[in-house]
């Protein structure tokens, strides 16, 4: 499943991101990265989601959550 | 003996640079910029045991691979102007995060000392914190500092001056055997074939390579010779996929963040405490999934009552001081016999009262950007993007493009050179477009006046509805945009949630008072300038009474007169006001005092008779819209690097405050207003 149908409240592990190296890498800086677990700190599912990793909390974009495979 | 040294200040946002800053060189610091870049380069200086050591600010970055023009300015600076010294502040209470970018400036080579800021806080949330296992795994000096109280400054200071010339570290991680062999090979390859400018550290450049950073590949490129270099880590990085089954800076980004999790479970004891703070209880309200959008509208009005409110005896006082020195210069000037009456005029007309109508804003002015400094300080600004970011959707942007929307209520300028912190370029010019409708602290004298004139009682709440509908015309631009100039898909949108904090007093008074300064500045050079031509034109041909319609001025304004007509104010005065508006917003309503001849009755009075309440409508929107000021054209001509869109956005905005000005005039008519 894409982290965009995650609950609120729920730690899911990043399996894959499916996008190109930038965006990758971004998300990497950030503590987002293959074989890391976050927290959904928000999602309404439109708009952004919220997830929370590494004490500090990221702001993702509808778009790009649904490129980040989560379980 | 005396060392003249390069600090920087590196780190990812919001983790106490700048207050750090402001802490160690105080009132030594200049705002210039960034050699051939338009990023403001923040430099202090400081002495220190005999010591001077030049302090250099930089934009938060998360690593060293640079996104945004920002970013790019940050890593730049530490990697080819080699500071004799980085001071990398972190924040003690998201430590894991903060010390990826650490592990990275380490491996480039840099003299790293590691700063970790915040530590009461990190205290309070029950984080201890071994300094020493950090160093010794890090290899690096870590120093324990409180920015906003100037702790544990002076220590860090001397492990700064400790600290000389660059030594070889031993690597810091290794990235398991299949990658490290690639990086050995290539790095020979480097080594054997190109000529790195002197600070590259080969091995670095290697790793970089195969991590496909592109600003490095760029920079290799340029160098002779490198060409075999670049295909040889291409194919590298494509064998090493194959053999891992995932890209190269998948597994420098695991191991990097496995070898600060190894360090993580030596050096920092965490207690668990209770999850749900201060914080998150202020999310649950200012970011409800209703309620975030009027909180934000509601927080704004309280903002433009503050600085009304709050402005208001401080402008009577300036009033007040203007008026006698107006007086009693007019009187020195009658009384000295020698003085032809011109120089009076000019004096007292021109220059006391033309400056003393700008002036007299700036307690408004310093509040409007303070209360948007304090936003910024704070993390709200933030949560403004989040809520936002729906709505932006619908102009093709995203919520970080409402951040630098905000800081156009202050000047279009600042606002102009905010969007580099967007990452995509389409981004950015969408951004500047629409951003010159975004009300600027220099068209609220003309609100002032007008609104004060007609409707004084809900001064407040119609001034709140002008910024409103402002905000209204740039998402409706901004949406034609899409569909026509900018289409495709939006950038992504990846951004941190910082942590509420209390805005350090200092750092909002010195980022205020920088700001407000500037807007003096301006009121003496160009304003004052503008108001010296203003004059000799109203006074000219020679013999002519005084800024009336025979003047060169007032044929002028005669002549561009017409097309105002049908907006409702089709007089030479308010043309002459518009015209030079464009030089800056400010000089509207010292024109209209220079023109309408103010005796006692004062501006408001003048305009009640000069403007019904419908034609005084017209023209706020007019005022509202219209081109920027010649600073912004600048500004967007500097930023995109070409005339096509200052022009553009000169021709739009004329078009579109033309329009509107027009249906608000002939619109009230139909309906019988008068
Ligand atoms: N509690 C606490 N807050 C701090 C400290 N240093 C900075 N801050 C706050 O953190 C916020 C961000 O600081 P700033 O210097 O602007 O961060 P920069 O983005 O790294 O330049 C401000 O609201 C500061 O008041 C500190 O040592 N302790
Ligand atoms: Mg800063």
């Given at each position: 499943?894409?982290?965009?149908?995650?609950?609120?409240?729920?730690?899911?592990?990043?399996?894959?991101?499916?996008?190109?190296?930038?965006?990758?890498?971004?998300?990497?800086?950030?503590?987002?990265?293959?074989?890391?677990?976050?927290?959904?700190?928000?999602?309404?599912?439109?708009?952004?989601?919220?997830?929370?990793?590494?004490?500090?909390?990221?702001?993702?974009?509808?778009?790009?959550?649904?490129?980040?495979?989560?379980? | 003996?005396?060392?003249?040294?390069?600090?920087?200040?590196?780190?990812?946002?919001?983790?106490?640079?700048?207050?750090?800053?402001?802490?160690?060189?105080?009132?030594?610091?200049?705002?210039?910029?960034?050699?051939?870049?338009?990023?403001?380069?923040?430099?202090?200086?400081?002495?220190?045991?005999?010591?001077?050591?030049?302090?250099?600010?930089?934009?938060?970055?998360?690593?060293?691979?640079?996104?945004?023009?920002?970013?790019?300015?940050?890593?730049?600076?530490?990697v080819?102007?080699?500071?004799?010294?980085?001071?990398?502040?972190?924040?003690?209470?998201?430590?894991?995060?903060?010390?990826?970018?650490?592990?990275?400036?380490?491996?480039?080579?840099?003299?790293?000392?590691?700063?970790?800021?915040?530590?009461?806080?990190a205290?309070?949330?029950?984080?201890?914190?071994?300094e020493?296992?950090?160093?010794?795994?890090?290899g690096?000096?870590?120093?324990?500092?409180?920015?906003?109280?100037?702790?544990?400054?002076?220590?860090?200071?001397?492990?700064?001056?400790?600290?000389t010339?660059?030594?070889?570290?031993?690597?810091?991680?290794?990235?398991?055997?299949?990658?490290?062999?690639?990086?050995?090979?290539?790095?020979?390859?480097?080594?054997?074939?190109?000529?790195?400018?002197e600070?590259?550290?080969?091995?670095?450049?290697?790793?970089?390579?195969?991590?496909?950073?592109?600003?490095?590949i760029?920079?290799?490129?340029?160098?002779?010779?490198?060409?075999?270099?670049?295909?040889?880590?291409?194919?590298?990085?494509?064998?090493?996929?194959?053999?891992?089954?995932?890209?190269?800076?998948?597994?420098?980004?695991?191991?990097?963040?496995?070898?600060?999790?190894?360090?993580?479970?030596?050096?920092?004891?965490?207690?668990?405490?209770?999850?749900?703070?201060?914080?998150?209880?202020?999310?649950?309200?200012?970011?409800?999934?209703a309620?975030?959008?009027?909180?934000?509208?509601?927080?704004?009005?309280?903002?433009?009552?503050?600085?009304?409110?709050?402005?208001?005896?401080?402008?009577?006082?300036?009033?007040?001081?203007?008026g006698?020195?107006?007086?009693?210069?007019?009187?020195?000037?009658?009384?000295?016999?020698?003085?032809?009456?011109?120089?009076?005029?000019?004096?007292?007309?021109?220059?006391?009262?033309?400056?003393?109508?700008?002036?007299?804003?700036?307690?408004?002015?310093?509040?409007?950007?303070?209360?948007?400094?304090?936003?910024?300080?704070?993390?709200?600004?933030?949560?403004?993007?989040?809520?936002?970011?729906?709505?932006?959707?619908?102009?093709?942007?995203?919520?970080?493009?409402?951040?630098?929307?905000?800081?156009?209520?202050?000047?279009?300028?600042?606002?102009?050179?905010?969007?580099?912190?967007?990452?995509?370029?389409?981004?950015?010019?969408l951004?500047?477009?629409?951003?010159?409708?975004m009300?600027?602290?220099?068209?609220?004298?003309?609100?002032?006046?007008?609104?004060g004139?007609?409707?004084?009682?809900?001064q407040?709440?119609?001034?709140?509805?002008?910024?409103?509908?402002?905000?209204?015309?740039?998402?409706?631009?901004?949406?034609?945009?899409?569909?026509?100039?900018?289409?495709?898909?939006?950038?992504?949108?990846?951004?941190?949630?910082?942590?509420?904090?209390?805005?350090?007093?200092?750092?909002?008074l010195?980022?205020?008072?920088?700001?407000?300064?500037?807007?003096?500045?301006?009121?003496?050079?160009?304003?004052?300038a503008?108001?010296?031509?203003?004059?000799?034109?109203?006074?000219?041909?020679?013999?002519?009474?005084?800024?009336?319609?025979?003047?060169?001025?007032?044929q002028?304004?005669?002549?561009?007169?017409?097309?105002?007509?049908?907006?409702?104010?089709?007089?030479?005065?308010?043309?002459?006001?518009?015209?030079?508006?464009?030089?800056?917003?400010?000089?509207v309503?010292?024109?209209?005092?220079?023109?309408?001849?103010?005796?006692?009755?004062?501006?408001?009075?003048?305009?009640?008779?000069?403007?019904?309440?419908?034609?005084?409508?017209?023209?706020?929107?007019?005022?509202?819209?219209?081109?920027?000021?010649?600073?912004?054209?600048?500004?967007?001509?500097?930023?995109?690097?070409?005339?096509?869109?200052?022009?553009?956005?000169?021709?739009?905005?004329?078009?579109?405050?033309?329009?509107c000005?027009?249906?608000?005039?002939?619109?009230g008519?139909?309906?019988?207003?008068?």
């Amino acid at each position: 499943m894409s982290l965009a149908m995650a609950e609120c409240g729920k730690k899911v592990l990043i399996k894959e991101i499916a996008s190109g190296v930038c965006l990758r890498k971004r998300l990497s800086d950030l503590g987002i990265y293959e074989g890391v677990k976050v927290e959904v700190v928000r999602n309404d599912f439109s708009g952004p989601v919220i997830v929370s990793v590494l004490d500090s909390k990221v702001i993702l974009g509808r778009g790009e959550v649904h490129k980040i495979m989560v379980e | 003996m005396d060392k003249k040294l390069t600090m920087a200040l590196a780190g990812n946002p919001n983790v106490g640079k700048s207050t750090l800053f402001n802490a160690l060189t105080g009132s030594r610091q200049h705002v210039g910029n960034w050699p051939g870049k338009t990023v403001e380069k923040k430099e202090g200086t400081l002495k220190y045991k005999g010591h001077k050591i030049n302090v250099v600010d930089l934009p938060g970055t998360y690593s060293l691979t640079a996104y945004s023009i920002e970013e790019l300015v940050a890593r730049d600076f530490v990697v080819d102007k080699c500071p004799d010294v980085v001071v990398h502040i972190v924040d003690a209470t998201n430590l894991e995060r903060n010390l990826y970018l650490a592990v990275q400036l380490i491996e480039m080579g840099a003299n790293v000392i590691v700063a970790l800021n915040m530590v009461e806080l990190a205290k309070k949330a029950k984080i201890t914190i071994d300094e020493k296992k950090i160093a010794h795994f890090l290899g690096v000096p870590v120093v324990k500092i409180e920015a906003n109280k100037k702790t544990g400054t002076g220590k860090l200071l001397d492990k700064a001056l400790s600290l000389t010339g660059r030594k070889k570290k031993k690597s810091l991680i290794t990235y398991g055997t299949e990658l490290e062999e690639h990086i050995a090979k290539l790095e020979e390859l480097i080594k054997k074939t190109i000529k790195l400018p002197e600070n590259y550290d080969p091995k670095w450049i290697a790793l970089k390579l195969l991590e496909n950073d592109n600003e490095i590949i760029n920079k290799i490129n340029a160098i002779e010779n490198s060409k075999i270099i670049i295909e040889e880590a291409a194919k590298n990085r494509k064998h090493l996929h194959d053999v891992f089954g995932e890209d190269v800076d998948t597994s420098v980004a695991d191991a990097r963040y496995g070898f600060i999790g190894g360090l993580m479970k030596e050096a920092v004891v965490k207690k668990e405490v209770n999850r749900l703070s201060a914080s998150e209880n202020i999310d649950r309200v200012v970011m409800h999934r209703a309620l975030g959008i009027p909180i934000f509208f509601a927080l704004m009005w309280v903002m433009f009552n503050v600085t009304f409110a709050f402005g208001a005896p401080f402008m009577d006082l300036i009033d007040v001081g203007f008026g006698q020195l107006a007086e009693s210069t007019g009187t020195f000037i009658e009384n000295a016999t020698l003085l032809p009456a011109w120089v009076g005029s000019l004096v007292v007309d021109g220059i006391i009262n033309g400056i003393g109508s700008v002036l007299i804003f700036v307690p408004n002015i310093f509040l409007l950007f303070m209360m948007i400094a304090i936003m910024e300080a704070s993390g709200y600004m933030a949560r403004a993007a989040f809520i936002m970011d729906k709505v932006m959707h619908r102009v093709g942007l995203h919520g970080k493009s409402f951040i630098p929307m905000i800081i156009g209520f202050g000047c279009n300028v600042p606002a102009i050179m905010a969007t580099r912190n967007l990452e995509s370029e389409k981004d950015r010019i969408l951004t500047m477009l629409i951003n010159p409708f975004m009300s600027c602290s220099a068209r609220l004298p003309v609100y002032v006046l007008f609104v004060g004139a007609f409707f004084s009682a809900y001064q407040g709440t119609i001034i709140f509805l002008i910024y409103l509908f402002g905000i209204f015309v740039a998402l409706l631009s901004g949406m034609l945009f899409k569909k026509t100039l900018f289409r495709g898909l939006s950038s992504p949108l990846v951004m941190e949630l910082p942590p509420y904090r209390w805005p350090a007093v200092k750092g909002i008074l010195i980022h205020t008072c920088e700001r407000s300064w500037l807007f003096v500045k301006k009121a003496g050079t160009i304003i004052f300038a503008i108001v010296i031509v203003i004059w000799v034109l109203a006074s000219m041909p020679w013999g002519v009474e005084y800024a009336s319609e025979e003047s060169v001025i007032g044929q002028m304004g005669g002549f561009i007169a017409p097309v105002f007509g049908p907006c409702g104010f089709g007089e030479w005065q308010p043309a002459v006001a518009l015209m030079f508006g464009f030089a800056a917003k400010e000089v509207v309503v010292g024109t209209f005092g220079t023109l309408y001849d103010v005796e006692d009755e004062g501006l408001g009075a003048l305009i009640h008779s000069h403007f019904t309440p419908l034609s005084a409508a017209a023209f706020v929107v007019m005022v509202l819209l219209y081109v920027p000021c010649m600073a912004v054209v600048a500004a967007i001509r500097r930023e995109t690097n070409s005339w096509k869109w200052p022009l553009f956005v000169v021709v739009y905005t004329s078009v579109v405050a033309w329009v509107c000005a027009v249906v608000v005039y002939q619109g009230g008519l139909l309906l019988g207003v008068a």
